[in-house]
Structures are given as C-alpha cells and as structure tokens.
C-alpha cells in the first residue's frame, strides 16, 4: 500500500517529512482546520505527489491553488457533485473524492462519482470534515462494490498496526490503494513526528 501523510503546513517540517519518501503529501485549503495552509509550500521530490484537501470550495479557488502550489490531486472533503468533480477532472489533475463512514455505509452513494474520479478516499465519520482522530469500521468495505482504487483514512496510527496487517490480507483490501494519516502523527497541529512516521512508513 502506497503512504499519504496529510495536514502539512510548516515548511521545515515538509522539507522532514518529505525525506521519508511517502507516496503524497496532503495540503488542507480550509479555513476551518488548525492545519489550513496559507504559506508557501516548499520544492519537494517529484515522485512525492502534492495533494490539495478543499471542503467545498469554488472552483475557481481550487484552480487558484493548484497552479500556486503545483498541486498534481484534489482531495475533495465536502459535498460536492458528480459534475463538478468532472470539472475538475478536465484539468489534467487526479481527483480523490471523500466519503465519510462511521459503522455502515450505503455503497450507492459512489456510483455517480465513478467516472469522474480517480480515487474515492474513506474516512471516519464524525464533528470535523477530517482529522477526528478515531478509526471508522474497516469491515464496512467487505461489501465495497467498486473496483474504483481507494484510500484508507480517519484516526489510523502506529496502534493500528496490526489491525493494518490483518486488513491488508482481507478481500476488503483488494482496492485500496493507499493508506492516508494525520492528526495520530502530530507533535501539535500539522507539525508530523518524523521518527514516528519512518517507524509506521517500515512496518506499513
């Protein structure tokens, strides 16, 4: 499984982080985050795809920030519609569509988006549009119907380890295509744990 560490901000950091060599770094565009970036993001690795989170913003916003911050995915965490993933898709830029899950999930909902995204991103259900700390029911995805890869999200952390494991040997792992952390990696909002994270990057 590929690696997305998410909630970047602080460029020392990012520049720490990216020698880890995770597969994408998550960058959150929402004001209403405590890691909201609003600073420059510095160069990193080509091969470390940069990711944009929005909770439902305007396009030209999105726009806006991917050509500032070089951004090669949207991360989209709010409601938005099948046809303005589609907008967005036109744009050469690969688009990672959230829906959020507690202990069931009606698998319905994705069908509209399979065409117009490249992933669909799980993430656990809860007060905050992402980063609630707390791990969803992975058993929900046994009955995943899709062959739409998918990333692994919400409140996973070295604790999960060997839950990871037993997963990844699951038929409900087929499709997932990465596995996305944050909040359970931070010394404070937005600021990762370098030695934390390469533990978790080599037993992953």
């Not at 692994?152 to 839950?163: F, P, R, V």
Request: charged share 20%; hydrophobic share 40%; aromatic share 12%.
């Amino acid at each position: 499984m590929k690696l997305k560490i998410c909630g970047m901000r602080y460029e020392d950091n990012i520049r720490a982080i990216a020698t880890i060599e995770p597969d994408y770094l998550g960058f959150i565009f929402f004001e209403g985050s405590s890691r909201h970036v609003s600073a420059s993001i510095p160069t990193v690795s080509a091969s470390i795809k940069k990711v944009g989170v929005f909770v439902n913003a305007s396009y030209d916003t999105i726009v806006e920030k991917m050509n500032t911050y070089q951004l090669q995915a949207v991360q989209l965490h709010g409601e938005e519609t099948p046809e303005f993933c589609q907008s967005l898709h036109m744009l050469n830029v690969e688009i990672i569509k959230v829906f959020s899950i507690k202990n069931e999930f009606n698998f319905d909902l994705l069908s509209p988006y399979e065409t117009v995204c490249d992933f669909f991103l799980f993430d656990t259900k809860g007060p905050l549009a992402g980063g609630n700390g707390y791990c969803f029911n992975w058993s929900v995805l046994e009955k995943y119907p899709s062959s739409k890869p998918y990333f692994l999200s919400g409140g996973i952390g070295l604790e999960n380890l060997d839950q990871l494991q037993e997963f990844k040997n699951s038929p409900a792992a087929t499709y997932c295509h990465a596995v996305d952390v944050n909040s359970q990696f931070e010394m404070a909002p937005a600021k990762k744990d370098k030695k934390l994270l390469e533990k978790f990057k080599h037993l992953l």
